[in-house]
T-cell receptor, first 114, second 114 residues
Framework: GDSVTQMEGPVTLSEEAFLTINCTYTATGYPSLFWYVQYPGEGLQLLLKATKADDKGSNKGFEATYRKETTSFHLEKGSVQVSDSAVYFCALSNRGGGADGLTFGKGTHLIIQP | NAGVTQTPKFQVLKTGQSMTLQCAQDMNHNSMYWYRQDPGMGLRLIYYSASEGTTDKGEVPNGYNVSRLNKREFSLRLESAAPSQTSVYFC?????????????FGPGTRLTVT
């Protein structure tokens, strides 16, 4: 079945550092890929998405490129802020024509120190 | 727009008790989902409803039932709660079915079964 693997944290960085959170997936066909963010005590919010190979999703300074050859969708940001502290989930959707749910990774807890 | 709302926010049950978690969305979305989030496990799909009048099992449906009451509302029922159902439950909705549609999440219900 489909699966998503992402680095587990916590990942601790200083403010203004460069961020990379790795995500790789296993799926047949052509899934769509997503990054969601969860702030403490809240639900998940969509951060960015990519629906086909070589697409780059971007939002709020975060970027991720859909790499089919390496089955990866790594999240990057050039300069993190304290307000980026949260849990980040990589997810895929791979149901042709159906509305099955998302398959999530286990989440990466990111801590940004001032 | 309130987006996706869930009630209650917190609940404590004794083993064997029953309860219904309520979810509503005001975005005129066709598809709705129930997930559970456990530490170190990411989110796992319990049930989903691709459209009004249909429901289907997800990855972990045992011990749960759902009702798609109308286009706006999708409830999750625990008939006889067990400690293994202690979790945070999230409802989500999406505009349509298919892999390109992103899901919007509610704030969650934290359930403890003693």
């Amino acid at each position: 079945g489909d699966s998503v693997t992402q680095m587990e944290g916590p990942v601790t960085l200083s403010e203004e550092a460069f961020l990379t959170i790795n995500c790789t997936y296993t799926a047949t066909g052509y899934p769509s890929l997503f990054w969601y963010v969860q702030y403490p005590g809240e639900g998940l919010q969509l951060l960015l998405k990519a629906t086909k190979a070589d697409d780059k999703g971007s939002n709020k300074g975060f970027e991720a490129t859909y790499r089919k050859e390496t089955t990866s969708f790594h999240l990057e940001k050039g300069s993190v802020q304290v307000s980026d502290s949260a849990v980040y989930f990589c997810a895929l959707s791979n149901r042709g024509g159906g509305a099955d749910g998302l398959t999530f990774g286990k989440g990466t807890h990111l801590i940004i120190q001032p | 727009n309130a987006g996706v709302t869930q009630t209650p926010k917190f609940q404590v049950l004794k083993t064997g008790q029953s309860m219904t978690l309520q979810c509503a969305q005001d975005m005129n979305h066709n598809s709705m989902y129930w997930y559970r989030q456990d530490p170190g496990m990411g989110l796992r799909l319990i049930y989903y409803s691709a459209s009004e009048g249909t429901t289907d099992k997800g990855e972990v449906p045992n011990g749960y039932n759902v009702s798609r009451l109308n286009k706006r509302e999708f409830s999750l029922r625990l008939e006889s709660a067990a400690p293994s159902q202690t979790s945070v439950y999230f409802c989500a909705s999406s505009e349509g079915h298919g892999t390109i549609y992103e899901q919007y999440f509610g704030p969650g219900t934290r359930l403890t079964v003693t």
